[in-house]
């Protein structure tokens, strides 16, 4: 089915009209949604396959004001149709008439499918495609007024024009007093809060702790309430605060103020994407309170005499005689969805292979302007590629502009043209990114405190900044297989013996079977 509506012709219809005395959206709207939605599928538009017509004025059992119509009905009959878009039901067949007319079709032709802009499809040659479009036609020539798809496409409209949707207010913003429906204003003491957030999170911290803090500061929410991290991230990864209006992912510029420029905002999503795996809840979270998941590895030999490389799974467990389970890394022979993963030799106690790993890194880089070695020249940097990744966004929103097919456009692009546009804007876009989230990641070594260094500030940190830190100095860690014997570490006389204590150690651990592989 999807493989033969690649091959055949999909068109658009649009009309204007006044049903019982409500009047549709202008046929350019309507043409324009059916043209997002085939772009949003990725499907080719083919011109001479729009078909419109303006019958305000022509009598509900007359075809004379209908030219659109009966020229959609002729490439149907012509083979050149298989699949309609229209916004809304309703505007493609006024009565049960129509809709017989064009179902007397799918018997004579390939023409087989109405679908609607918010992705409802009607395959008339089902059955229950069949019944669901009569009962959409009825429904839609005795409706009342107060459809959800026309109310989504009223808010698409407005959108183009900026204007807020309603709904409770943002926070940030209030609706200005007396002041015209569709526009905000800033709330001052509120955007003070969004800027010292993006700043914040800019300057490396994390959501969750951020959170707390605002809770424990008793700023209030929009609604008054408490924050949750959900609640953070949506406020500062909405568009809203650049002063923009998104649409099912469009933007508009907006009829509101900015409250943080739209360079920040993009450097703020980079830094975001990373931080967002913090707010994972359940095992993904559990997992997050070990300092090398996703680093570690298992490096026991198989049969091959290869490595077996799989990555060490970590959590709690409990083996015999002990009376709590205890964090450990562990090789799985088989992951969470029964796949063949490692080989299942190595099971180690976390807490010191932790301790093993944070002292090697301490000591190779004690003393070391780990910011200077990692990013130099950082903040610069980061100001030209924001700058940057916004013309690029710029340029791509252009491109999907002109890629429309319009008679006589000069700017038109055809379709391979946009595509390869498309694909070298989006490959130099991802460039910048990435190196974005590398230089992001660099400054959140400049977060040492002044007066503190790298030793002092790891123990002060939380386990988000120590994990970035290793993941910026270390390319993975191998565990290898073998048993300590009776052997314990540290030794009582062990400079890290008092940090061991603390950790629940000593423990009978051999160092020598961890390896940790440098980048730098
Ligand atoms: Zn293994």
């Known amino acids: ?45 083919d011109e001479r396959l729009i078909f419109s017509d ?41 009565n049960l008439a129509d809709a017989m007319e064009l179902i007397a079709l799918t018997k004579e032709t390939t023409f087989t499918t109405v679908e609607l802009t918010n992705g409802v499809r009607y395959n008339l040659t089902t059955v229950q495609g069949y019944h669901d479009f009569l009962k959409a036609v009825l429904d839609a020539s005795g409706e009342s007024g107060k459809s959800s798809v ?26 200005p007093e007396g002041g015209a429906t569709g526009t905000l204003e800033v709330a001052e003491s509120e955007a003070a809060i969004i800027r010292e957030l993006v700043e914040r999170l800019l300057a490396g911290e994390m959501v969750m702790p951020l959170v707390a803090e605002l809770n424990d500061r008793k700023v209030p929410t929009a609604a008054g309430g408490r924050w949750w991290p959900t609640t953070v991230m949506k406020l500062v990864t909405s568009p809203r605060i650049k002063g923009v209006r998104s649409h099912l992912g469009t933007e508009y510029p907006a009829t509101w103020p900015a409250i943080i420029s739209p360079e920040e905002f993009e450097r703020l999503q980079v830094v975001l994407s990373d931080n967002m795996r913090q707010l994972n809840t359940g095992r993904r ?25 799989a990555k060490l799974h970590p959590g709690a467990t409990k083996v015999q005689r002990e009376e709590a389970p205890r964090r450990r890394y562990r090789c799985f022979k088989f992951d969470s969805t029964g796949q063949p993963h490692g080989c299942g030799k190595v099971f180690r106690l976390a807490g010191p292979v932790e301790l093993a790993v944070s002292e090697a890194v301490l000591t190779a880089y004690e003393g070391e302007d780990l910011a200077a070695l990692i990013a130099p020249d950082a ?59 590398r230089l992001e990641q ?9 007066g503190m260094n790298l030793r002092q500030a790891w123990d002060a940190a939380d386990l988000g900044w120590r994990q970035t830190i290793l993941s910026l100095v270390v390319v993975k860690v191998i ?27 000593p423990w009978c651990f051999d160092p020598s079977k961890v390896d940790i592989q440098w980048k730098l």
């Open 285 to 309: 979270y559990t997992r997050r309170s070990y300092l090398l998941t996703g680093l570690i590895e298992c490096g026991a030999l198989g049969a091959d005499g290869k490595p077996c490389g």
């Open 1 to 45: 089915m999807v493989e033969t509506l690649k091959a055949v012709g999909r068109a658009i219809y649009a009309r204007l009209s006044q049903d019982r005395g409500r009047m549709s959206e202008n046929v350019d709207i309507q043409i324009a949604d059916g043209q997002d939605y085939f772009a949003d599928q990725g499907w080719l538009i």
């Open 379 to 437: 903040p610069e940097e980061l100001h030209e590629l924001a700058a940057t990744l916004g013309e690029d966004k710029k340029r791509l929103e252009q491109a999907s502009r002109d890629r429309y097919w319009r008679r006589g456009d000069p700017l038109r692009l055809e379709e391979g043209q946009f595509l390869a546009i498309q694909a070298e804007i989006k490959d130099a876009m991802s460039a910048v990114q990435r190196r974005m989230a």
């Open 150 to 175: 026309r109310l989504k496409r009223r808010k698409r409209a407005r959108a183009k024009e900026g204007y807020y949707n309603g709904g409770s207010r943002p926070y940030g913003y209030r609706k």
């Open 54 to 94: 303006n019958d305000i004025s022509a009598s509900i059992f007359s075809d004379k004001e209908r030219p659109g119509w009966l020229d959609l009905l002729a490439a149907i009959r012509a083979g050149l149709v298989q699949l309609v878009v229209v916004t809304e039901v309703a505007r493609l067949c006024r």
């Open 479 to 505: 565990l290898y297989p073998g048993y300590p014997g009776r052997r314990v570490w540290p030794a009582d006389d062990s400079p890290l013996f008092e940090r061991a204590k603390a950790l629940g150690g």
């Open 442 to 450: 660099g400054r959140a070594l400049a977060a040492i405190p002044p």
